[in-house]
């Protein structure tokens, strides 16, 4: 028998790892027959929220983009999409940015659906109209090698205009491969383990992460990585971007 009181799940002031061990289900409204499970949240000190919600049969999200946007992936699985009047079927390793003032609609058509999303509130940027909805999909042909290192490769999964105040990337660590510096930055930072494993250094902390696993960093958190074991290590990540960096 495990004990109950062990986990692998840390929660500081400026980075927490959240593991699927601690999950506690939360409503949201219009969003029924399915599991949500809130990872990220202003509550902890974050300016962004990440959910992970699971379909049940008949599950659907239904709702409508205010304040803020959100980012649509599926983990895993499939669903029925509809926004901005447009229906397709997404499956795994496909997704669709909606922005404000969009309607939208994600309705259960496969076991195990499993659907990772990313809140912000927009901030609008004088000049520039605010984005379009984006459908896209997982491709590692769309990965470049990052910093010259052939066991690092980022796949943009919006588009880089300055309309748009938030990223999310795919980043695929090779057997071996690890982040060529310390990074301390500005960027906040939300994000899924999608496969493999790792060693993430969080504030001169150490952390074992795995597929499943979530890590919110704060801004000027520092932060390295490293694969671990015989597979690759893939997570798909959120960061604010394109705003001057000052509060008014």
């Keep these: 028998m495990e004990m109950s009181a ?18 506690i289900n939360s409503n949201v409204p219009g969003w029924t027959n399915c599991t949500v499970n809130v990872i990220i949240n202003e509550q902890m000190g974050a300016r962004l929220c990440q959910t992970l919600v699971t379909l049940g049969i008949a599950g659907q999200l239904l709702g409508e983009t205010r304040e ?3 980012f ?19 499956s795994a390793g496909q997704y669709v940015y909606v922005p404000v003032g969009q309607a939208y609609g994600f309705v259960y058509s496969a076991p195990d659906t499993q659907l990772l999303t990313f809140h912000k509130v ?3 940027l004088a000049g520039h ?38 990223a999310v990337n795919i980043f695929t660590y090779d057997i071996g491969g690890n982040l ?31 597929k499943g696993d979530s890590i919110w960093m704060a801004p000027y958190c520092q932060q390295w990585a490293t694969a671990m074991g015989q597979e690759p290590s893939v997570y798909i990540y959120y960061k604010n971007v394109n705003r001057f960096p000052t509060v008014k």
Excluded at 6 to 21: E, F, G, Q
Excluded at 188 to 207: K, V
């Design 180 to 210: 060529p510096m310390v990074e301390t930055h500005i960027m906040e930072h939300g994000l899924l383990y999608l496969e493999g494993q790792a060693i993430y250094m969080l504030d001169q902390c150490w952390y074992p992460v795995k």
């Design 129 to 166: 109209a605010t984005p379009a909805i984006v459908w896209g999909e997982r491709d590692l042909s769309k990965a470049p090698v990052y910093m010259n290192d052939e066991a690092l490769r980022i796949q943009e999964l919006l588009p880089n205009e300055l309309g748009f105040d938030m």
């Design 68 to 70: 803020s946007q959100i």
């Design 122 to 124: 927009y901030e609008p």
């Design 72 to 90: 649509f992936y599926v983990v895993q699985g499939e669903c029925q999409a509809t926004v901005g009047g447009e229906n397709r079927i997404l």
């Design 6 to 23: 062990l986990t692998r799940s840390v929660v500081k002031r400026n980075h927490a790892i959240i593991a699927p061990d601690g999950y």
